[in-house]
């Protein structure tokens, strides 16, 4: 019988749901913090010996927690790396009618901001969506979803995927940029999109 893997599954609270009702397998822990830097989080990586911890949600990671997992941590991103990274980034490749590049991206986590080594991506096609909230809602239960495959694979010692994508950028969005106007906008270019898809009559 091979070794029993320690796989942490970090969530930020701002996430107000409890996924271990979600098909997790069974050897993955769950913590709920409020902020990934935070003491709590430190000490509990430092005193469990942790094979893979996924992360969810929040801040970027600083070093010194990114030092205690070097190439163990696994990130969810809510944009379609390497084209969009930092926060808010599901939405803004609709504002700047990018519609191609609206999706998530699972990948390994580095100091490059959402810059690691692409183990899976899942596109959208903004046009179903008539609220940017439906949109969100439907790209983090794909990326869920998506992870638990992952999961597998890492638990019945697969190689995971990787997918290469040499397109380069230094942009990063950050969540200072998105404000209550940008919000409007993409819920109305998405209220077009869904018309023009759905109910007009060509």
């Known amino acids: 019988m091979g070794k029993t893997k320690n796989i942490f599954l970090i969530f930020i609270k701002l996430i107000s749901y409890d996924f271990r009702g979600l098909r997790f397998p069974s050897e993955i822990e769950f913590f709920y913090t409020s902020d990934v830097n935070s003491v709590d989080v430190y000490n509990l990586l430092k005193k469990r010996k ?15 927690i990114l030092n205690i ?3 163990k941590i696994i990130n969810i991103h809510n944009g379609y790396s390497p084209y969009y990274k930092g926060s808010y980034t599901l939405f803004f490749p609709i504002i700047e009618n990018k519609h191609y590049l609206v999706g998530t991206t699972i990948h390994w986590l580095t100091k490059d901001v959402d810059g690691g080594d692409i183990i899976l991506r899942n596109r959208f096609y903004p046009d179903n969506y008539f609220f940017k909230d439906f949109l969100f ?8 979803d998506s992870l638990v495959i992952i999961l597998r694979l890492f638990l019945a010692n697969f190689s995971l995927p990787l997918i290469r994508d040499y397109y ?6 950050y969540g200072k940029e998105f404000d209550l106007e940008k919000s409007k906008l993409i819920n109305k270019k998405l209220h077009h999109l869904f018309f023009k898809k759905y109910l007009i009559i060509k």
């Open 50 to 64: 942790i094979d893979l911890l996924l992360v969810c949600g929040g801040k970027i990671i600083k070093d010194n």
């Open 69 to 71: 997992l070097n190439g």
């Open 137 to 144: 809602i439907d790209s983090f239960k794909k990326s869920i």
């Open 168 to 173: 380069k950028t230094k942009k990063v969005y």
